[in-house]
């Protein structure tokens, strides 16, 4: 079973999923959607009846002194939606403070171009989010 992480924003969603044993997370792609969040439903719909996906892993956006954002409750809706359409996954929200700084930094340091950065940047951010759950489930097995 994998896991996929998403990283929501206003007009797009990065997305990352696990390998089947679980042990890395890869980048899947950026859904585009100005503010409709059919369009993403229906990818994730998608995407679940191609894998076997168990878990979905959501970015929850907090502040640096932890603090909550404007776009938490922008993000709790979704994770609303998400429950309602896929009742039978297990939907977990992780903090993603620092998640798109951390992608910034990878890409700069592959030197990606500014224009390519825009259209990966959530797509990466994804994977971080992705990768803290997986971290923090290992550890509570530790």
């Given at each position: 079973m994998r896991k996929l992480g998403i990283?929501?924003?206003?007009?797009?969603v990065g997305l990352a999923m696990t390998d089947e044993l679980g042990i890395t997370a890869q980048?899947?792609?950026t859904v585009h959607h100005n503010g409709n969040d059919k369009i993403v439903l229906k990818r994730l719909e998608e995407i679940c009846n191609q894998y076997e996906i168990d878990t979905i892993v959501i970015g929850i956006p907090i502040n640096m002194d932890g603090t909550k954002t404007e776009r938490v409750e922008v993000t709790?809706?979704?994770?609303?939606?998400?429950?309602c359409k896929f009742n039978k996954l297990k939907i977990e929200g992780i903090d993603e403070r620092l998640t798109t700084v951390a992608a910034h930094r990878t890409m700069n340091y592959l030197n990606i171009n500014k224009y390519d950065?825009?259209?990966?940047v959530d797509t990466i951010s994804a994977?971080?989010?992705?990768?803290t759950y997986m971290n923090k489930l290992k550890n509570m097995k530790n």
């Open positions: 990283d929501y924003g206003d007009s797009r980048g899947l792609e709790k809706k979704f994770i609303h939606k998400l429950k950065k825009k259209n990966i994977v971080y989010i992705l990768e």
